[in-house]
């Protein structure tokens, strides 16, 4: 290990984390609002929407992450829409994020007993304060668990952005390598910066969780 190139490495890396913890923090905040509002619609089988929520849900689910961000980095181009990496970018992670955000949060809205609802209808909540104060509480701290998981897996997936020339971790490290021969500093950063991001975030969720379960049970 060539420890004075690691140190001189390091500026290059932190840059690279800070544009990897943008990534994740759009990529992660705007799947949650995206995948709300889907999440309602699948719950409550509102029509129209229905039918178009889930085939949204199917697609983003069952292609990878890569092809949906070639398609929109190289092939929307050919039909005259032309974004930056970074703009395509974000825009893949929410198209892949806000779909598992979406189950997830159907899951914990479907798992409301019914019996909550209508004493919520019968002292005179309206439909939507019925949601807001009686379904949502609840369905969030059944979906937590998941929404957790998907965080962290976002965050995870912004190392395929380097095929796009974002200057990320992954980009970066491949850059050392390919440039300086430094395979085994590179990978050390690269651990190093993802374990520096990932580590408090797990940390906190799990806190979280925890506040939650104990909240709902007791426990």
Do not use: H
């Given at each position: 290990m060539?420890?004075?190139?690691?140190?001189?490495?390091?500026?290059?890396?932190a840059?690279?984390?800070?544009?990897?913890?943008?990534?994740?923090?759009?990529?992660?905040?705007?799947?949650?609002?995206?995948?709300?509002?889907?999440?309602?619609?699948?719950?409550?089988?509102?029509?129209?929407?229905?039918?178009l929520?889930?085939?949204?849900?199917?697609?983003?689910?069952?292609?990878?992450?890569?092809i949906?961000?070639?398609?929109?980095?190289?092939?929307?181009?050919?039909?005259?829409?032309?974004?930056?990496?970074?703009?395509?970018?974000?825009?893949?992670?929410?198209?892949?994020?806000?779909?598992?955000?979406?189950?997830?949060?159907?899951?914990?809205?479907?798992a409301?007993?019914?019996?909550?609802?209508?004493?919520?209808?019968?002292?005179?909540?309206?439909?939507?304060?019925?949601?807001r104060?009686?379904?949502?509480?609840?369905?969030?701290?059944?979906?937590?668990?998941?929404?957790?998981?998907?965080?962290?897996?976002?965050?995870?997936?912004?190392?395929?952005?380097?095929?796009?020339?974002?200057?990320?971790?992954?980009?970066?490290?491949?850059?050392?390598?390919?440039?300086?021969?430094?395979?085994?500093?590179?990978?050390?950063?690269?651990?190093?910066?993802?374990?520096?991001?990932?580590?408090?975030?797990?940390?906190?969720?799990?806190?979280?969780?925890?506040?939650?379960?104990?909240?709902?049970?007791?426990?």
């Amino acid at each position: 290990m060539n420890w004075p190139y690691l140190i001189d490495a390091i500026p290059k890396f932190a840059d690279a984390a800070k544009l990897t913890l943008e990534l994740s923090v759009y990529g992660v905040v705007l799947s949650l609002l995206f995948g709300l509002p889907v999440a309602v619609v699948t719950a409550y089988r509102i029509r129209p929407f229905y039918a178009l929520a889930r085939a949204y849900i199917e697609l983003s689910r069952n292609t990878p992450l890569l092809i949906q961000l070639f398609f929109l980095y190289y092939g929307l181009p050919k039909m005259g829409i032309k974004w930056d990496g970074f703009t395509c970018s974000v825009i893949a992670l929410v198209f892949l994020g806000a779909s598992y955000m979406a189950e997830a949060v159907r899951a914990g809205i479907l798992a409301v007993p019914k019996g909550q609802v209508e004493a919520g209808k019968a002292v005179g909540l309206s439909r939507f304060q019925v949601f807001r104060y009686v379904e949502l509480p609840q369905a969030w701290a059944v979906a937590f668990p998941a929404v957790a998981a998907n965080i962290l897996f976002l965050m995870k997936e912004t190392s395929v952005i380097s095929a796009v020339g974002i200057a990320e971790l992954l980009f970066v490290t491949k850059d050392v390598i390919g440039m300086d021969y430094k395979t085994n500093e590179a990978l050390f950063l690269l651990f190093a910066a993802y374990l520096i991001i990932l580590l408090p975030v797990s940390l906190l969720v799990r806190r979280l969780e925890n506040r939650i379960r104990r909240a709902k049970y007791g426990v």
